[in-house]
């Protein structure tokens, strides 16, 4: 009896150790060719929020490389430099290496080895105040 529960408890302790996490870290897991799937956009009036939906071609892309991303779309493609900061919750870009021109600062919704969400959140200070929240999905 004894032998069947010390059995018992190791088979569980190597199925738990053998599991894998999809979870990733930022640092290395966002590294990589990511496909643009789609984005959505909630624009938030003063009165209603209105949700419209993009879906990207299968030829979108960003890949993350040595702190810059190639982006394609639509077959335009550009390059910007990216940091991570905030541990490891926020992506920064910039138009150039010091990051004195800021282009984006997005929130990293969720990342793991086949999934990939960025939150864009901005403001208009014109004569309506308006917020936007863009949800950027990837994968593989």
Do not use: H
């Not at 569980?12 to 897991?29: H, N, W």
């Not at 982006?71 to 920064?92: E, F, G, P, Q």
Request: net charge positive.
């Amino acid at each position: 009896m004894k032998m069947t529960a010390l059995s018992l408890l190791a088979a569980s302790m190597i199925l738990f150790a053998c599991k894998k996490d999809d979870k990733v870290s930022t640092s290395t897991g966002i590294n990589g060719k990511w496909k643009m799937q789609q984005n959505t956009r909630i624009t938030y009036y003063p009165d209603r929020k209105d949700t419209s939906r993009y879906n990207y071609q299968s030829a979108d892309y960003w890949n993350f490389i040595d702190n810059k991303i190639a982006r394609s779309m639509n077959s335009n493609t550009d390059t910007v430099y990216y940091t991570v900061i905030a541990n490891n919750s926020k992506l920064v870009t910039a138009s150039d290496p010091e990051f004195i021109f800021r282009v984006d600062t997005f929130e990293i919704k969720s990342l793991d080895r086949a999934k990939l969400e960025l939150v864009l959140r901005a403001q208009s200070f014109g004569t309506a105040a308006l917020s936007y929240e863009t949800t950027f999905s990837f994968t593989r």
